[in-house]
Structure formats: structure tokens, C-alpha cells
């Protein structure tokens, strides 16, 4: 993008778009089916990370939700990922990846350590790295019929957005284990009960919930606020980075691109099933 | 402690309800995909509607193969 575009207090773009009033920020995901995370969206978000400076000084909290009604986010686009890995070979391939793992990374990292009181607002589908995405979050609010998962190691390859260590950092690692090693995907009430999920709404009510939880946030003073999460929020960089360097030696193995030629290709009718 | 086919019968109730099915189309044994004309997104909703129900949590695993609500029925009896 052009670094030197003026600052948006609103966008709207192909995935997502934003706006700020009254010292809050919405993020919408809104790419069909299921705003999977892919090159188009990670564009978005890096502008979203550019205006995050001017936004900071502006609003106290984001709020992060989905217009799809199938879910917050399904994850990675594998299709895509599976098209772009398909179009080199070897390092290059592992390269590749590595570049798109690093900016993504860049864009969670950036939205982890805002100062903006950060809010996932889940409904749905909260999968791989709609998950991960949720987990930069300072607070999730659930909708009572969410669900969330990590359903990678079907495909040879684990969590690469960042969301074994910010899984770490917010459960034990029991639960970390156990939801990597199964894939299975944990309801809202569970969430809460393991304490990933803060606050649980009413079905369609997430929105609403996450709209008067930021309005609470907008009555502290917002430096306090933000030296608060700095501390009670460290970001587990080296664990990240160790993440990164996993995750693209386990994309190089050949095993990983037959997974995701039969997830392309597949004609299951459960593909959400792990 | 509920029986089987209390649970079969209480399935049935929010199936129909969820999925806006006239309740007296459905039985035990009928496969819910076709009957209820759902994908895989919508069995995890259905998914999730029951573990609200029950308070019961069945991973998603154990229902992957079962496309009956006896079936189904059976596998949160088991966690009841």
C-alpha cells in the first residue's frame, strides 16, 4: 500500500472495513463465505494496522466482529494458499510462505499490542485463524452458539498465525494439547469455562454486548488503561517466532500440500468436522 | 437420568424447532443431513444447540459418521 495515504477514520474495502465514532473503533469482516484470512484480507488489514497510530490517539477501544452469518472467521484460505504453494517448488515455496506468515504475524502483533482496549465479538465459525485473530484480542465476547477450533493438524501443519502461544499465554496447557492434538471444536459456554471467552450473549447478541463493554472502557483514563494491558498482556515474541520457524518446516514437507490437495478437492460434505 | 429415547425425543423437539421441520416428519432413525437438509455448518450448529441443551460437551469427533438422531442420541447419553 501507499505509506504515504492520508489516515482513514473509516474504510471499506473487499473483506472488511472500519469506521470510528465516539472513541470507538468497529472492524467488520464481511468477505464471503466465511472471511478466510488470505492475501486480499491480509491487504486490509495492513491498512488497518497503517491507521492504527491515528486511530489510537482518537479512540480507547476496537471492537474486531464478523457481518457473515456463517462466522467470525473460518481461518486461513487454504484454497488460495494451496493455488499460490502449487505455483513454486522447494524453497521457494517455503519462502513464500514464510513471507506471508511474516505478515500476518505483522498485523497480529500490531493489533496485540495496541493500546486500544481490543474486543472480539464472535459469533459462528471461529476456526484456525479466525481464532488466532480472536486471540490478539483483549476480550472475547461469545455469542452462545460459537465455536472454536484448531483444526490444522488434519493437514500436517500447526497454528501458524500466532495462536499456539497466545493460546498458551491465556489457558493451560493441557487445553493448548488437547484442542491441537483432537482439532475439536469447543462451544461458548466451554470457552468461557476455560477462560478464553470473557462474557457470553444471547444468540445475535455479541455485537451489542461488545458495543456496551467498550462504552465501560471509554470511562477509564485510557493511559492507565494502556499500561495495564502492557503489563497484564506481555506478547510471547520468542514463542512466536519459534512458531514461525515450525510452522514453515512442517509446510515444506510434500504431506502437506497432499493435505491440502484433498481439502481443495474434496467433495466432503463436513469439511468443518475435523 | 433421562432415558434414550428421551434424549432421541428431546433431539427431535429442537431439530425441528432449529430447522423449522414439522416435528411429526421426524424419527430415530432417519438420517438428519437429508431429512433436515443441512450441511456441515449447520450440524455444528445443531452441534452446539444440544450441547446447550444437555450441558453436555460431545466433540466434534465423536459425531463425525453418525448422520442418525438414535445414533446421535446415544453418543450424548454417554455424557449425560
Not at chain 1, 465514532?21 to 468497529?26: C, M, P, R, T
Request: aromatic share 8%.
Amino acid at each position: 500500500m501507499d505509506e504515504n495515504e492520508g489516515f482513514m477514520s473509516d474504510f471499506s474495502g473487499k473483506t472488511l472495513s472500519w469506521k470510528l465514532s465516539g472513541g470507538i473503533v468497529e472492524l467488520e469482516l464481511h468477505y464471503a463465505p466465511c472471511n478466510e484470512i488470505g492475501l486480499a484480507m491480509i491487504d486490509e488489514l495492513e491498512r488497518l494496522v497503517a491507521a492504527l497510530p491515528e486511530l489510537e490517539t482518537q479512540a480507547a477501544a476496537l471492537i474486531i466482529h464478523s457481518s457473515r452469518k456463517e462466522g467470525f472467521s473460518a481461518g486461513g484460505d487454504l484454497r488460495e494458499l494451496y493455488r499460490l504453494a502449487l505455483a513454486t517448488e522447494g524453497n521457494a515455496r517455503t519462502e513464500g510462505m514464510r513471507t506471508f506468515v511474516h505478515r500476518i504475524h505483522h498485523v497480529m502483533n500490531s493489533l496485540d499490542a495496541s493500546p486500544l482496549v481490543t474486543i472480539a465479538a464472535v459469533h459462528g465459525i471461529c476456526f484456525g485463524g479466525g481464532f488466532e485473530l480472536a486471540l490478539t484480542c483483549d476480550i472475547i465476547v461469545a455469542d452462545k452458539m460459537a465455536r472454536f477450533a484448531f483444526p490444522e493438524l488434519r493437514l500436517g501443519i500447526i497454528p501458524g498465525f500466532g495462536g499456539i502461544p497466545r493460546l498458551r499465554r491465556d489457558v493451560g496447557n493441557a487445553v493448548v494439547r488437547d484442542l491441537l492434538f483432537t482439532g475439536r471444536s469447543l462451544n461458548a459456554a466451554k470457552a468461557q469455562a476455560l477462560g478464553l471467552v470473557s462474557q457470553v450473549a444471547g444468540e445475535g447478541e455479541a455485537l451489542r454486548v461488545a458495543r456496551t463493554t467498550a462504552s465501560q472502557v471509554l470511562k477509564y483514563d485510557r493511559h492507565t488503561t494502556a499500561v495495564a494491558k502492557r503489563f497484564a498482556k506481555p506478547i510471547p515474541l520468542e514463542e512466536l517466532r519459534r512458531e514461525t520457524e515450525l510452522f514453515c518446516e512442517l509446510f515444506a514437507r510434500p504431506a502437506v500440500m497432499e493435505a491440502l490437495r484433498k481439502f481443495v478437492e474434496s467433495t466432503d460434505a463436513h469439511p468443518y468436522l475435523p | 437420568m433421562r432415558t434414550l429415547d428421551q434424549t432421541t425425543g428431546e433431539i427431535l423437539d429442537l431439530a425441528a424447532a432449529h430447522f423449522k421441520v414439522p416435528r411429526e416428519q421426524l424419527s430415530p432413525g432417519d438420517d438428519f443431513y437429508r431429512k433436515l437438509k443441512i450441511d456441515s455448518l449447520q450440524a455444528l450448529e445443531l452441534l452446539t444447540r444440544l450441547e446447550n441443551h444437555f450441558g453436555v460437551e460431545l466433540p466434534d469427533y465423536e459425531v463425525q459418521g453418525v448422520s442418525d438422531f438414535r445414533t446421535l442420541a446415544d453418543r450424548i447419553q454417554a455424557r449425560l
